[in-house]
């Protein structure tokens, strides 16, 4: 059985960084898509980054390029999401996603594409 489990996450000021990590088990890593998605309270579910496995191909929403970078381990079976220049607006829980099919390019940020969730990790960004 797949199980995701997010660390990382906590209370930064604006302009500082985290690092999420996603620890992944029962999970093949020859399989095609990783994710990260967020939501703040009264908004759907974002994603914000992700990428084919093995590294082939990273995707990384608008909102946060150039600030937000999105890396996997395979040897681990890690996922990372290395976070700079936050801002308040990033606050959000921020979930790990996996999808054991090849979900296109053009559907990274439909969450109705994954199968796999983790608990998710809160973020706060206080200006």
């Known amino acids: 059985q797949v199980q995701l489990v997010e660390s990382g996450g906590g209370s930064v000021q604006a302009g500082g960084s985290l690092r999420l990590s996603c620890a992944a088990s029962?999970?093949?890593?020859?399989?095609?898509?990783m994710a990260w998605f967020r939501q703040a309270p009264g908004k759907e579910r974002e994603g914000v980054a992700a990428?084919?496995?093995?590294?082939?191909?990273?995707y990384i929403a608008d909102s946060v390029k150039g600030r937000f970078t999105i890396s996997q381990d395979s040897a681990k079976n890690m996922l990372y999401l290395q976070m700079d220049s936050l801002k308040p607006e990033d606050t959000a829980m921020y979930y790990c996603?996996?999808?054991?099919?090849?979900?296109?390019?053009?559907?990274?940020?439909?969450?109705?594409?994954?199968?796999?969730w983790g608990q998710g990790t809160q973020v706060t960004v206080s200006s």
């Open positions: 029962g999970y093949t890593y020859s399989s095609y898509f």
């Open positions: 990428i084919r496995t093995g590294g082939l191909s990273t």
């Open positions: 996603a996996a999808a054991q099919r090849d979900i296109g390019s053009w559907y990274v940020f439909s969450p109705t594409r994954y199968n796999y």
